[in-house]
């Protein structure tokens, strides 16, 4: 059991930022430590599923050369794509994950951010299969998710990010906790950044 499309749909109708990405320093601070917590500088292929209405997206293209971005809801898709009209290395999509996962691409970074409580356990573990799977052996996973509660919370955080864990064998190289949220980054290779730049 996942939430439904149509929850979304709804939600969108009302107000196209219902998190308040646009206006919120919370959330433009947690997206800057998303970015400041990968590993490397600059990447060829990302993938962002559940992009909502796009603010993330915009940060995440500005470090690889192409990214593919979706979500399950059309009127987010929309949102996006008027946010990022000048921004040419985007894809926009819907995509339902994990059943629309794009399995024939390959990544070398995937970011989960928001996403995964909406989604039952085995749903994300199947979801951390595929990111597994799609991967490249130098490839970079960072999930972040609210650590609070709210209605509709399929499951908590720390078992979210178990379940990555669990998928990539432990090589979880950043590992960030706040009381609001908790953001991790796995890097398929374990190298950390200073393995990375030679220093360690
Ligand atoms: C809280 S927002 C996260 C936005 C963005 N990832 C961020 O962290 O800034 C959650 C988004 O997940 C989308 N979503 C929920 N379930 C989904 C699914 N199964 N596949 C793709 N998108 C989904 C919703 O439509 C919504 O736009």
Excluded at 18 to 28: A, G, L, N, Q
Excluded at 56 to 62: D, E, F, K, Y
Aim: aromatic fraction near 10%; proline fraction near 4%.
């Amino acid at each position: 059991m996942s939430t439904s499309r149509s929850y979304f749909d709804d939600l969108y109708r009302n107000n196209d930022d219902p998190w308040r990405y646009r206006t919120s320093w919370y959330e433009r601070r947690k997206r800057d430590l998303v970015l400041a917590s990968l590993p490397r500088e600059r990447y060829e292929s990302a993938f962002e599923p559940a992009c909502s209405n796009g603010e993330l997206s915009a940060m995440i293209a500005r470090r690889c050369t192409r990214l593919l971005a979706c979500d399950v809801s059309e009127a987010a898709v929309r949102s996006a794509s008027e946010r990022l009209a000048d921004t040419s290395n985007i894809a926009l999509e819907q995509r339902a994950v994990p059943d629309e996962w794009p399995t024939d691409a390959r990544f070398d970074l995937i970011v989960i951010s928001e996403l995964a409580y909406y989604l039952s356990p085995e749903a994300t573990a199947t979801l951390a299969r595929h990111a597994s799977t799609s991967l490249s052996d130098n490839g970079t996973l960072v999930a972040c998710h609210w650590r609070h509660p709210f209605e509709g919370k399929l499951q908590s955080a720390e078992d979210i990010h178990a379940t990555f864990d669990a998928a990539f064998h432990g090589v979880r190289i950043v590992q960030h906790a706040e009381a609001d949220f908790i953001l991790d980054v796995w890097s398929k290779d374990g190298r950390s950044i200073a393995q990375r730049e030679g220093i360690a």
